[in-house]
């Protein structure tokens, strides 16, 4: 998954996680998890990326489980180590990137958790094209979502999306 807070990345994960029956690790609870036994967050949030690796390598190479990284992606170490991953299992890496206007985005950050404070970032009103210049480093058939549209309108799209073949 890659995409700003907000976007509806954890949602789709959920839901595919769900629908496909694969599990879905989740670098914000992991770093959520980190800060709740009084870990800094500086520190919380490198940990957590990790954890989050650790856990991909055993589920996806040790154990061969297909599985969903919900994480922002925004940073290029996140698909270097998820491409290494992909490769040591013999996997094919998919990224789906869902993205949503800053209305949308601090709307939804505002409703999220009922308002209690959240341990997510917050992330600055970006225009659409300075969202796009965060995530050059994807891979050119990254599929790119809207996601303002009820779940049920795409879902069928990612899914078709993650099983297509690479020479298609």
């Given at each position: ?21 694969w599990p879905v ?86 409703e999220r958790n ?55």
């Amino acid at each position: 998954m890659a995409g700003l807070p907000g976007a509806g990345k954890t949602t789709l994960a959920l839901k595919l996680g769900a629908t496909l029956h694969w599990p879905v690790l989740s670098k914000d609870t992991l770093r959520s998890s980190l800060m709740m036994v009084e870990v800094v967050e500086r520190v919380a949030g490198f940990a957590a990326y990790e954890l989050l690796f650790a856990l991909a390598y055993d589920l996806l190479v040790q154990q061969q489980i297909s599985i969903i990284l919900d994480c922002s992606s925004v940073y290029p170490f996140i698909l270097h180590r998820s491409i290494e991953l992909a490769r040591k299992a013999n996997a094919q890496l998919r990224v789906v990137r869902c993205a949503v206007d800053s209305a949308v985005r601090s709307q939804r950050l505002g409703e999220r958790n009922n308002g209690a404070i959240s341990t997510a970032p917050l992330s600055p009103a970006l225009t659409s094209d300075e969202e796009q210049r965060l995530f050059t480093h994807l891979p050119h058939d990254t599929l790119v979502l809207q996601t303002v549209d009820p779940l049920e309108a795409y879902l069928p799209e990612v899914i078709a999306y993650l099983f297509q073949s690479r020479s298609s």
